[in-house]
């Protein structure tokens, strides 16, 4: 990955931010979006450019807003000359029971799930078209096997599950287009789930343990370094647990 440029979407912290420290460690410059968090943003970039100068940068953009992802592919150009793979990470997530459903929560949870990818790979793909490149999706396992209480967020990845195939197709051959679903591997901050739900969740599990970032991330630089071969297709970083859900 040595010369090449990776944008990371939600990389100031939490899986974004293993994923980022990942591709880097393989050689890649890293532009790191962040919505709110630039603190942890900053402190990331400095990082990274601690280990080899010159090598990340950060770029604030609020990803509901269209009109602001064709700069953010910009800013990443303007810093590093090139963009060689984008990796669709940033994505809310919370519970929406049947009955409780509005507009805020449907903009919230399609936009930075599912528009939110769309749009900016749309206007990454003359550049990624340009290099040979490659997309990564972060989808999760209940794209196809829905978690009850959650349907507008296990829809809006199961669309993106589907723009993954749809855009392999689209950009093919000369951009790969991927995906990478999550099993429990970082538990949310809103602790939406108890100690008893985590038990059980984990206890479903074929390796009978909760993962961790840098299971997804190694898919993640599997797919976007090795798999030249690879397009069109989703990897469940799950321990096994969508097999007998």
């Known amino acids: 990955m040595e010369g ?13 931010s293993v994923i980022a420290r990942e ?22 970039v400095a990082e990274l450019n601690g280990a080899r100068p010159s090598s990340a940068a950060c770029a604030q953009a609020n990803l509901l807003d269209v009109d602001s992802l064709p700069g953010l592919v910009a800013d990443t150009i ?3 000359g090139r963009l060689d793979a984008l990796v669709n990470n940033a994505s809310s997530f919370f519970p929406t029971p049947l009955g409780t459903i509005d507009l805020a929560a449907w903009d ?31 989808t999760d396992i209940h794209a196809e096997r829905p978690l009850a209480g959650y349907p507008l967020y296990c829809a809006a990845k ?3 599950l589907g723009l ?11 951009v790969r287009v991927n995906a990478v679903a999550p099993g429990p591997i970082l538990w949310p901050e809103n602790e939406v789930f108890d100690r008893a739900a985590r038990d059980e969740i984990v206890a479903h599990t074929l390796l009978q343990r909760a993962g961790c970032p840098q299971d997804v991330a190694r898919a993640v630089r599997f797919l976007l370094v090795d798999a030249t ?3 069109g297709q989703v990897i469940n970083v799950d321990g096994g647990r969508s097999a007998h859900l």
């Open 158 to 160: 199961a669309g993106l």
């Open 164 to 174: 993954t195939r749809a855009l392999a197709i689209e950009l093919g051959p000369r």
């Open 229 to 231: 071969y690879v397009t």
């Open 4 to 16: 090449k440029t990776i944008l990371v979407t939600g990389a100031a912290r939490r899986l974004g």
């Open 23 to 44: 591709m880097h460690a393989a050689g890649a410059n890293v532009m790191l979006h962040y919505g709110q968090a630039s603190e942890a943003a900053a402190a990331l």
């Open 108 to 138: 919230d949870l399609m936009g930075s799930n599912l528009k939110a990818p769309l749009f900016l790979t749309q206007a990454a793909a003359p550049h990624l078209l340009a290099v040979r490149g490659a997309v990564v999706n972060i």
């Open 78 to 80: 303007a810093r590093f």
